[in-house]
Structures are given as structure tokens and as C-alpha cells.
């Protein structure tokens, strides 16, 4: 998987132990999402929007949550795909992939 950066249309704020996410760059139709990210994929959006590599994500997340390598290597991708579906993380561009 390449290299993803935060979508710069998308504001993150954290509400206690909460963080939300905001598409403000959409159609007026569009206004009405808001997404809701638990603890794991709070991580994985933050390092995956610096440009981190699914592999150091993944063995952090492993690390943290004391899980399998393969397990949280499946579950980082799953949710960076979800991520760049939702349009809240981009590819990025004129960066190699990690």
C-alpha cells in the first residue's frame, strides 16, 4: 500500500476520549457526515496521515495491543481502506511509497 497523507478537506477534533472527524470540503449535500474513530483506528489514522508505512503501523499496533503481527497487519489495512473510501485520507502525492 502507498503512502497516505490526512485528507487537508477533513478536520479532526477530540472530544474527551472521542475523536471525530469532519468532511468540510464536500458538496453542500455532502455536509451532513460525521465520523467517529475508536482508539485503534484513532492511531492508525494519525500515523498513517504522516506518512507511516502499513508495516510500522501495523507492528506498533501489535506492540500496543499485544495481537498478532498478521491480525494487525489485516486489520491497519482494512482500516486505511476504509479510511481512503471514506475519502478521509488521500494517497499522497510525489512521495514514494514506504
Do not use: H
Request: charge should be negative.
Amino acid at each position: 500500500m502507498a503512502v497516505c497523507e490526512k485528507n487537508p478537506g477533513v478536520v479532526e477534533r477530540n472530544l474527551r476520549n472521542a475523536t471525530l472527524l469532519i468532511p468540510v470540503m464536500r458538496d453542500f449535500d455532502e455536509l451532513n457526515c460525521l465520523y467517529s474513530l475508536n482508539e485503534t483506528a484513532r492511531l492508525i489514522w494519525r500515523e498513517a496521515g504522516s506518512g507511516r508505512s502499513v508495516a510500522d503501523i501495523s507492528s506498533q499496533i501489535a506492540e500496543t495491543y499485544d495481537v498478532a503481527p498478521d491480525t494487525a497487519q489485516a486489520d491497519t489495512e482494512a482500516v486505511i481502506q476504509e479510511l481512503l473510501n471514506l475519502k478521509l485520507l488521500v494517497m499522497a502525492e510525489g512521495l514514494a511509497p514506504q
